[in-house]
């Protein structure tokens, strides 16, 4: 699958919002102001940063609380813009590639997906070993905010169980 990247310099100020139950964290995502954020250092020198407003469209109305989740490289100002379809492909090959590590993969991106914070865990992240796609840690933070965007756009629906159901459907398999 191709990715959605962009080349450009991009001004951006460090946020820190640890990750907490759905409408918790929902609430400070909707608190933050339109610009670009850094959220999150991963230890091979990228970050997570998030643009708000993200521009959604919704049946015609704009999601003035969106967001979009890109992972940056700094290196060569890569801003990549990664999205559910893409991490579910890379964590399906890698469960695929090597089951023992794709479970403790998946019940990684579980505690995540149930409020943890992935730096609480990060060595349990840094830990997993996989010969394909992308580094375990920029996927697990990047559903963070990806999680938390789903539950900004969606408030009174599925939010995050939407993606969610893909990876419980995954679990079942291995």
Known sequence: MAKNIYKHTIDLKTLDIRNAPREDFAK??????YRGYEVEQCADGRKIVITKPGGKRVFGHSKKEDMLVFIFDPKDNSLWQISHKQILEDVTDKCTDN??????????LKRVYDGEEPNDFIDEIRAL???KGE???????????????EDVNYPDGAGR???WKEYEMLMKKL
């Open 99 to 108: 089951p023992s590590e794709g479970r403790k993969l998946l019940s990684l």
């Open 135 to 149: 580094c375990s840690e920029e996927l697990i933070k990047a559903y963070k905010w990806i999680w938390g965007q």
């Open 129 to 131: 070993s996989f010969h």
């Open 161 to 163: 169980s939407m993606s």
């Open 28 to 33: 400070q995502i909707i608190a933050i102001e």
